[in-house]
Every structure is written in C-alpha cells, then in structure tokens.
Antibody, heavy 120, light 107 residues
C-alpha cells in the first residue's frame, strides 16, 4: 500500500523557518518525482514545488522562490520542504504527493497533510 | 500563469441527478486537464486525467470532456458519497494551476 506521511507543521512567527518532512512507503521512491501542494484552510489548492528523481531538478511557484527549498533523500524514502522567511500567506495545509517517473504534473497518491500556521 | 475558472462555485442537487461542472482555461492547454474530488479534512482524490481518462477504480458515472480552453466534468447519476469539493487542474503550462473549486452537496 502506498503511504505518504507528512510531519513538521507547527505555529511559527513571521520571518521564521520550518522544515517539513514526508516519509513514503509502498513504492520505489527513487523512481518517482515528488511534489508539495498547499491549501489555505477553507480555500483552494496551490502547487508549491516539484523535485525530480535524483534531486537534480527543482521547480517552484513564484511566490516561494528564494524562500523555500525542496529536497529529497532517496536512502531515507523522504522528501523535505525547507521554508524560510515565512509570511502569513504561507499559512496552509501542506501535502506531499507522488508524481510520475518522468514528470509530476498530477498526483494519484497524497499524504494527509500537515498544518503550517504563520502568526505572531 | 494560466487562470482556471470553474463554474458553478457551489451546487446543491438531488441523488440520481445529472451534475455538470465546467472549467475554462485562460489559454489553450490542449487536453492537459485533471479533475479531483476533495472531501472535508482529506487530501484530493484523482478522478479524471488528461481531460477524459477515468482513473482506475473510479466509478464510470464520472466522466470528463473537452480540449483547448473549455472542459466539462459530469456525474451521470449523483450518489450520496459524491459530495465534496471538485477541483480542476491544468498542466499544459508551467506553473501548474487549479480552479477555485466547486462545492457539491445534496439537497
């Protein structure tokens, strides 16, 4: 069974940092692109970042470029999202999702999400 | 960025009814259109990919059509378990963008 489990969400002050993790199981992790998608509570979905299979290619939505970094550890079957210079607009549930072998344009498997709240 | 406009934003209908949701892209995205259903407190679930392809395990009452800028999602006969929020998503152009969602409930 494919499982993705996010962790690391917390309450953080504006300007602060947080690192999210997503541990996966049930598939060959190193064969898949991975993605972070976020959702402001009660609002719509926003794609945040993609990473390719070996971590050599990373893509971000403009609103997080220069502040967020996606990474992965294929030995630990995990991806990460390092979030710096957080602002109130980053408050959201963050989902990790499993992409395909060559791209990550849509997602069949998602985690349950982890809530990040940016507030003083 | 490509803007995705869903209509209607909310819908209340009866079990057994036919339901239609539309999604319009601000630019041509070919057939690169996805439909998800999200239930409260849960992650989205993939229903349709590339405009008209039914995801494995998804009931055949769900269907999708369209190409270019105009897309339609249909439930042929609404069931109680179909309530939730439906989202379209495009991957024809970077960055990936979503519609604002259509909230569907039962009368």
């Amino acid at each position: 069974e494919v499982q993705l489990v996010e962790s690391g969400g917390d309450l953080v002050q504006p300007g602060g940092s947080l690192r999210l993790s997503c541990a996966v199981s049930g598939f060959t992790f190193s064969s898949n692109w991975m993605t972070w998608v976020r959702q402001v509570p009660g609002k719509g979905l926003e794609w945040v970042a993609n990473i390719n299979r070996d971590g050599s290619a990373k893509y971000y939505v403009d609103s997080v470029k220069g502040r967020f970094t996606i990474s992965r550890d294929n030995a630990k079957n995990s991806i990460y999202l390092q979030m710096n210079s957080l602002i109130a607009e980053d408050t959201a549930v963050y989902y990790c999702a499993r992409g395909g072998s060559d791209t990550s344009w849509y997602w069949r498997n998602w985690g349950q999400g982890t809530l990040v709240t940016v507030s003083s | 960025d490509i803007q995705m406009t869903q209509s209607p934003s909310s819908l209340s209908t009866s079990v057994g009814d036919r339901v239609t949701i539309t999604c319009q892209a601000s630019h041509d995205i070919n057939n690169r259109l996805i439909w998800y259903l999200q239930k409260p407190g849960k992650a989205p679930k993939l229903l349709i990919y590339d405009a008209s392809n039914l995801e494995s395990g998804v009931p055949s009452r769900f269907s999708g059509s369209g190409s270019g800028t105009d897309f339609t999602f249909t439930i042929s006969s609404l069931q109680p378990e179909d309530i939730g929020t439906y989202y379209c998503q495009q991957h024809g152009n970077f960055p990936i963008t979503f519609g604002q969602g259509t909230r569907l409930d039962i009368k």
